[in-house]
């Protein structure tokens, strides 16, 4: 269970996040936006009868949004509360037994915030992600 | 072991709570068999579990009680006040084990066996408890109710699961409609959807639990207060049964916990001043919970001392919460209730019991923060009763749906005062600078566009909106304008997640029927956004001018006279309303005048006979003279519209303005004070006032001087220094725009700026000067 990862890309960067920690992986309808609420809420939306919390992960990164012909989502559970982690394109589950590796190079600050390590995976390189400190959104402006 | 040992806390918790209160039942009447019967059955029950539990301390403890306890029920041993507190100590004792087992700490061995041997018969003089507190035997031994213990998370799967069957409910409902079903399909449709509704009403009432779980704890808690600080005390506790959600139980504890301790701590006076008082030597406390519509009233009341409004109000003043004028003005009630002003304690001293940095204003706060009032009932040297009105429930609340800028939110239906489109006649909207005020049936607040508070831009026409007027605190209403408004709604409330939540704006979110997610607004917080301020700021804080005072809206004060009359006066110029003696009020010198202390006042308005042997007046004021006004009764403050209709001649009466409707005489105050402020003895003689009050010269040798010239003369302290025309000093300082005649003892240093003081010519001729260019 420890190995299995959810691969995915945010920004065209491939990245991992623990698998345990995500409930599903789904396509959601109408985002209600909420005003006031900060840059990378993208808004509500319904899940059976929860209510998921929408959070554009590029934002979170202090990245700019790029356009989305599909609402796919990574659902979480965070202190009780679910959260839609909306990413660029979703692979699958894998296994990757190696463990995670310190990152040795230098990110911009928002990718820096989210990651916990790098992973090797068929020859490409996986940053991967806390999806709590994707939630906790970026302290910083965009990133003009 | 493990799930029986988790049984085991749970079980001895739950029965410690339903304990507490029958155990100072059961002292105040030792006699009571089926109490001393529950209270062993405790114990017994806690004995036999933890043997086979392999808990010798809690068999060590339970033993001991279970001796002693079935000794009293053999008629061995009578129960005294020591008896009472060592058994509660050892119950104490069970229940701090039982939390120390729960979280896995140790707990230090200690003194169990000094407890176990406070039980000992001949015990000495017992632990200093002879307070006792006697509770009003309406509780009666408790029935056995059939119930099972059940964890809150598979309440709220079950709750969420019947949220799930109601939205397919609600798509199915779409589909069939979009067919066009047969009958048949739409009868079974029908009884499908009766169910589930009626399960969702049964699954709501789970969470309901008896207030009774809040207050079996009272009377512990009060003995023990009550001990504490030896005054003795009467408790009754009435309404155990309604009930509540049990999220709100929990949030209501903390203030109404702080509020009995309050009574007891500073209502409630020490035993000998009681007898003094004649009042009975025990304080009386009494609690009562009811249901009133969708809300929870708590009432707390004791026959204590009330609170001091004079002590309150000088504290407030002293604090900068509220001036001095205004201070005056206010009604009796809102006197009281400046012990919510933030940052006021009455207690001169901290005590132990309420002394704990937690102001009223905290408990005032947190009661608003769920949706609830508090308001107090104060009657001086008698009593004080606190009216605490809380929501039924925190997660399913009535709301109203309204949309803005293309989104729907909900709106609490419990804050909502009245809903008004904005087309109709009874509305009037101003501008005040960039804010706007709406008037609807004479009452002005705020008007706030719920777009731009929540910043999706300015709205483009007003046509076609509604206004809500909400009440965001018990004194601040304002009118919230919307897109529209839709439904009534009944929604399951949840928190939403903390970035959600950080706006300040929300204050939870549901899905509703139509399963568009939705979002809860929290109108405080929209208010404290909009800068919308309370009328009770707006009151106690004149230097903010809120914007309800805008220079379209004065406030004036609607008022019945002694002839029956309604009439308004402009609310500035009115300095206090005073309650005096009839007999205080003579017709002297061609003038109805009223004596009030060492003052006399002229006095208008006095046209018909006045009610009882006491005269409500008016103290108006235009800065420097003060006249009073006869009145009935005041009506209400209200914001004065502009005068419809101009009196023809000068009198007493400015015009009329329509106040919701209703013709209103509006006073004018020019007039009045023209026509009563007139010194008939010397209405020419300038007033001179003499600064150098404690001076022998001034007062023996310069006064006669100036009153023989023909002027009134003053000592500085005798009339307000903006009073007079002409202000004579030697020594003293002077920091009144009034003109001023210097003079100096010296004559080498007279100049033009002072007068040699015995120049009597000069010294003259400086005070004529003076008082012609005023005039």
Not at chain 1, 50 to 64: M, Q
Not at chain 1, 119 to 138: H, K, Q, S
Not at chain 2, 360 to 389: F, Q
Request: glycine share 8%.
């Amino acid at each position: 269970m420890e190995r299995l990862y959810l691969i995915a890309t945010i920004a065209d960067q491939p990245v991992a996040i623990r698998a345990e920690l995500v409930e599903s992986v789904v396509d959601i309808g109408a985002i209600s936006p909420v005003p006031l609420a900060p840059p990378h809420v993208a808004g509500l939306a319904a899940l059976r009868s929860k209510v998921l919390t929408i959070v554009c992960c590029e934002r979170a990164l202090g990245l700019a949004p790029r356009p989305r012909t599909r609402s796919r989502i990574v659902v979480v559970d965070i202190d009780g509360h679910h959260y839609g982690l909306l990413v660029g394109t979703i692979e699958d589950a894998r296994v990757i037994e190696a463990d995670p590796q310190p990152i040795r190079v230098r990110l911009e600050p928002g990718w820096a915030r989210v990651s916990l390590g790098m992973l090797e995976y068929e020859g490409e390189t996986l940053l991967l992600l806390d999806p709590e400190r994707i939630v906790a959104g970026c302290d910083e402006p965009l990133a003009a | 072991m493990d799930d029986l040992l988790s049984e085991f806390i749970a079980e001895t918790r739950e029965t410690l709570e339903a304990l507490s209160g029958e155990i100072i039942a059961w002292e105040a009447d030792p006699d009571d068999r089926a109490r001393l019967d529950a209270i062993f059955r405790f114990v017994h029950t806690v004995k036999g579990s933890c043997g086979f539990l392999d808990l010798p301390r809690f068999e060590r403890l339970s033993h001991a009680a279970e001796d002693v306890l079935s000794e009293l029920r053999a008629g061995a041993r009578r129960a005294d006040a020591g008896l009472v507190s060592a058994v509660l100590a050892v119950i104490d004792r069970i229940a701090e084990l039982t939390e120390a087992l729960e979280s896995g700490e140790t707990l230090p061995d200690g003194d169990d066996a000094l407890l176990i041997a406070a039980l000992a018969q001949d015990q000495a003089a017992g632990p200093a408890t002879a307070q006792a507190v006697s509770v009003a035997a309406n509780a009666g031994p408790r029935a056995p109710t059939r119930s099972i213990r059940v964890p809150l998370e598979l309440l709220d799967r079950i709750m969420s699961g019947v949220s799930d069957m109601v939205l397919a409910r609600n798509e199915l409902a779409r589909r069939l409609r979009e067919m066009g079903a047969e009958t048949e399909v739409g009868g079974a449709f029908e009884r499908l959807s009766a169910c589930v509704a009626e399960m969702r009403d049964a699954i709501t009432r789970t969470r309901m639990q008896r207030i009774e779980k809040l207050f079996s704890a009272l009377p512990r808690m009060v003995r023990d207060t009550s001990a504490e600080l030896g005054k003795p005390v009467d408790l009754e506790i009435i309404g155990s049964d309604v009930e509540l959600d049990r999220e709100m139980i929990e949030l209501i504890r903390d203030p109404l916990t702080h509020m009995i301790r309050n009574s007891i701590d500073h209502g409630i006076e020490p035993r000998d001043e009681r007898r003094r008082l004649g009042k009975p030597e025990s304080g009386r406390l009494c609690i009562s919970a009811r249901q009133s519509g969708n809300q929870i009233v708590i009432e707390i009341a004791d026959d204590g001392r009330g609170i001091d409004e004079a002590r309150v109000v000088a504290k407030a003043v002293a604090a900068g919460v509220i001036s001095q004028d205004m201070a005056d003005a206010l009604p009796p009630a809102a006197r009281a209730a400046l012990v919510f002003a933030p940052g006021l304690s009455t207690a001169e001293r901290v005590t132990a019991i309420s002394g704990r940095g937690v102001g009223m204003d905290v408990v005032k706060s947190n009661i608003e923060r769920i949706g609830g009032t508090i308001e107090l009932d104060n009657r001086p040297r008698a009593g004080l009763r606190t009216i605490i009105r809380v929501p039924l429930t925190l997660t399913i609340i009535a709301a109203l749906t309204v949309s803005a800028g293309g989104l729907s939110f909900a709106v609490p239906r419990g804050a909502i005062e009245e809903i008004v489109q904005m087309s109709s006649a009874m509305i009037r909207v101003d501008a005040v600078g960039n804010a706007r005020i709406a008037t609807i049936r004479g009452r002005a607040m705020p008007l706030v566009d719920l777009e731009t508070v929540l910043g999706m831009g300015p709205v483009e026409s007003q046509q076609g909106r509604t206004i809500i007027v909400v009440r965001a605190a018990a004194a601040c209403s304002y009118a919230l304008c919307v897109a529209a408004v839709h439904d009534h709604e009944e929604l399951v409330i949840k928190p939403a997640s903390p970035a959600i939540m950080a706006t300040g704006v929300y204050a939870g979110k549901s899905l509703p029927d139509s399963g568009v997610p939705m979002l809860l607004l929290d109108v405080a917080g929209i208010a404290a956004r909009a800068g919308v301020a309370g009328e009770d700021q707006a009151t106690l804080l004149p230097a903010e001018e809120p914007v309800a005072e805008g220079p379209q809206t004065v406030s004036g004060l609607l008022f019945r006279d002694l002839a029956g009359t309604v009439r308004a006066i402009r609310l500035a110029v009115v300095e206090r309303l005073e309650d005096v003696p009839a007999e205080q009020i003579r017709f002297t010198a061609g003038q109805m005048r009223v004596a009030i202390g060492e003052k006399l006042l002229p006095l208008a308005g006095f046209e018909g006979e006045p009610r009882g042997s006491a005269v409500k007046l008016l103290r108006l004021s235009d800065g420097a003279a003060e006249i009073a006004y006869a009145i009935d009764e005041v009506i209400d403050i209200v914001a004065l519209p502009p005068i419809a209709q101009r009196a023809e001649r000068a009198g007493p009466v400015a015009g009329v303005v329509l106040v919701a409707g209703e013709q209103v005489e509006l006073l004018d105050p020019f007039w009045l004070f023209a026509e009563l402020d007139r010194d008939p003895g010397s209405p020419t003689k300038p007033l001179c006032l003499l600064a150098d009050r404690d001076d022998r010269w001034t007062r023996e040798i310069l006064r006669p001087l100036v009153e023989a010239a023909g002027y009134r003369v003053a000592l500085a302290g005798d009339v307000a220094a903006e009073a007079a025309d002409v202000i004579v000093a030697a020594e003293a300082e002077i920091d009144v725009a009034r003109p001023i005649v210097r003079l100096t003892p010296d004559r080498s240093r007279a100049d033009g700026n002072q007068i040699y003081r015995y120049d009597r010519a000069g010294l003259l001729a400086a005070i004529e000067r003076s008082t012609a260019r005023r005039a």
